[in-house]
């Protein structure tokens, strides 16, 4: 193997696998996303550091990152491709996997603690609660307008929606899924910069979801969860089963 497909987290360097620090502290190249300085300083001092992060007007694009990889494979021992979060959750890490099996360079995933799950724990949202939803679906908002995602069949599914890259599409989501039957009163909690020393919680309801300041990136929960804050006081109501029983009645 000598590219590896590394997840970094989301940010805190303490939610690095140990297999993901160990990986950085021996690269010989790191080719890494824009990602939290905290996490970039695990990488040894002698690695060469490339930043492919995707920013508006410049070169990097997906197929020059393949290309990027399959070459310093050629030339490396190990390498390492650090991604934020999870490397196949919206990572586009399985298109640069096939790029390297057809140019025969060896590889593997280091699988990394996603934004999806860990930005709203940080904010005291579980993503599933015995009494308040029993499954999560991650949907990405930043195809919003191009009518691919099927917002009626996740409004109709229950259980708890993550939305990841939904900051601008935020009110065209909202709208979809109020438009579906999803009440304006569902909790939303959006965890801007979740697991940084930036991290901002929005604690708003679908019907309000488009004024509110969210900024990128943030991941939006919707759902009964949401209303959960389990670092605060509602925390205390949830255990009694005061709080949770009164939103599944309500
Ligand atoms: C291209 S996706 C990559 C997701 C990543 N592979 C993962 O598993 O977390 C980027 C989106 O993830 C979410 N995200 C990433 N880091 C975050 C953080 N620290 N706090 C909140 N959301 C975050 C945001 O919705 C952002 O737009």
């Known amino acids: 193997v000598t590219v590896h497909l590394v997840g970094a987290g989301p940010g805190d360097p303490d939610l690095l696998t140990l297999r993901a620090a160990r990986l950085l502290a021996s690269a010989d190249v790191v080719v890494h996303d824009r990602l939290a300085a905290g996490v970039l300083s695990m990488v040894s001092p002698w690695a060469e550091l490339i930043d492919v992060g995707k920013r508006h007007g410049d070169s990097h694009t997906q197929e020059s990152i393949n290309a990027l990889l399959v070459e310093l494979g050629r030339r490396h021992e190990c390498v390492v491709r650090l991604k934020g979060g999870d490397p196949y959750v919206f990572g586009r890490g399985g298109e640069e996997a096939m790029a390297l ?122 759902g009964a969860v949401a209303a959960l804050d389990l670092h605060g006081d509602i925390a205390l109501a949830a255990r009694s089963g005061r709080h949770a029983s009164a939103m599944m009645d309500g």
């Open 101 to 222: 099996t057809e140019a025969g360079i060896g590889w593997e995933v280091v699988p990394g603690v996603s934004a999806a799950i860990s930005a709203p724990a940080a904010a005291g949202v579980p993503v599933t609660h015995r009494l308040l939803a029993d499954s999560f679906t991650v949907v990405t908002g930043h195809r919003a307008a191009e009518a691919s995602t099927d917002w009626a069949a996740l409004a109709q599914a229950g259980g708890t929606l993550v939305v990841v890259m939904g900051v601008a599409q935020r009110a065209e989501i909202a709208a979809a899924l109020m438009a579906a039957g999803l009440d304006g009163d569902t909790p939303v909690a959006a965890v801007c910069d979740g697991c940084t020393p930036r991290q901002r919680t929005v604690r708003t309801t679908l019907a309000e979801l488009g004024a509110a300041p969210v900024d990128a990136p943030a991941t939006i929960v919707i």
